[in-house]
C-alpha cells in the first residue's frame, strides 16, 4: 500500500537553530514530493516540491528539503528556525505513472514548535 | 491571481441532513480535489474532478459525491449526515507543474 510516514508528531527547537522535519514515504515508481504547511484554521500552503533533478529543493520561506531515493525519505529542513514558523507541516506524495490525477497521499502531520 | 475560495466557511448541520459545499479554484486550473481532515484520520482524499470528469476517488460512502462545472467550480454533496463528517473540508486545485493551492476550508459541525 502506498503511504507517506512522518514519525514525530512533535518537533521542538530553539530560536535561531537548525530544523528538521522527517519524512519517508512508499510508494512504487518516481513519485512527486510536496511539504505543505498549515497554520490554525488555514488551508494548507504549499511550501516546496521535488519531482526531478537536484536531490536538495529549495523552497518558500526559507525552508528547503533533501530528496534521498534509496532511503525513500524526504525530510524538511531550515538553517535558523523562526518563532513564526511554529504550525503544522504536511509531508504528501503524489504517486507518479499510476493515472494522470493529482490525488495527494499525506503523511499525519508534525507539529512544529519553536520557542524563543 | 486570485486564490482557491470555498464557501462556506463555516457550517453546521443536524444528522440525518445534507450539504453542499463550493469551490472555485484558482483561473485557468482545471482540476479540483477535495480533502477531508480530521484530528483522528488525517487529511484524506475524497475525490478529483477535471474538465467535468471525476478523475479519481478516495475510499469513501456513497454518501459523499461531487461534480464540476464548465467554468472549474466545484461542489461537493454529502446526504445523510452523520457526526463522523464533522471535519474540515479542503478543496484544491492544481498547478500544471503539480503542486496543489488549497482554499481556507469549509468548516462542518454536525450535531
Known amino acids: 500500500a502506498q503511504s507517506v510516514a512522518q514519525p514525530e508528531d512533535q518537533v521542538n527547537v530553539a530560536e535561531g537553530n537548525p530544523l528538521t522535519v522527517k519524512c519517508t514515504y512508499s510508494v512504487s515508481g518516481n513519485p512527486y514530493l510536496f511539504w505543505y504547511v498549515q497554520y490554525p484554521n488555514r488551508g494548507l500552503q504549499f511550501l516546496l516540491k521535488?519531482?526531478?533533478?537536484?536531490?536538495l529543493v529549495k523552497g518558500s520561506y526559507g525552508f528547503e528539503a533533501e530528496f534521498n531515493k534509496s532511503q525513500t525519505s524526504f525530510h524538511l529542513k531550515k538553517p535558523s528556525a523562526l518563532v513564526s514558523d511554529s504550525a503544522l507541516y504536511f509531508c504528501a506524495v503524489r504517486p507518479a505513472g499510476v493515472d494522470s490525477s493529482y490525488k495527494l497521499i499525506f503523511g499525519s502531520g508534525t507539529r512544529l514548535l519553536v520557542r524563543p | 491571481k486570485a486564490g482557491v475560495t470555498q464557501t462556506p466557511r463555516y457550517l453546521i448541520k443536524t444528522r440525518g441532513q445534507q450539504v453542499t459545499l463550493s469551490c472555485s479554484p484558482i483561473?485557468?486550473?482545471?482540476?479540483v480535489s477535495w480533502y477531508q481532515q480530521t484530528p483522528g484520520q488525517g487529511l484524506q482524499f475524497l475525490f478529483e474532478?477535471?474538465?467535468?470528469?471525476?478523475?479519481n476517488k478516495g475510499n469513501f460512502p456513497g454518501r459523499f459525491s461531487g461534480r464540476q462545472f464548465s467554468n472549474s467550480r466545484s461542489e461537493m454533496n454529502v446526504s445523510t449526515l452523520e457526526l463522523g463528517d464533522s471535519a474540515l473540508y479542503l478543496c484544491?486545485?492544481?498547478?500544471?507543474?503539480?503542486?496543489?493551492?488549497f482554499g481556507p476550508g469549509t468548516r462542518l459541525t454536525v450535531l
Open positions: 483561473s485557468g486550473h482545471r482540476s
Open positions: 484544491a486545485s492544481s498547478h500544471p507543474g503539480g503542486e496543489q493551492f
Open positions: 474532478y477535471f474538465s467535468e470528469t471525476q478523475r
Open positions: 521535488y519531482i526531478t533533478g537536484d536531490n
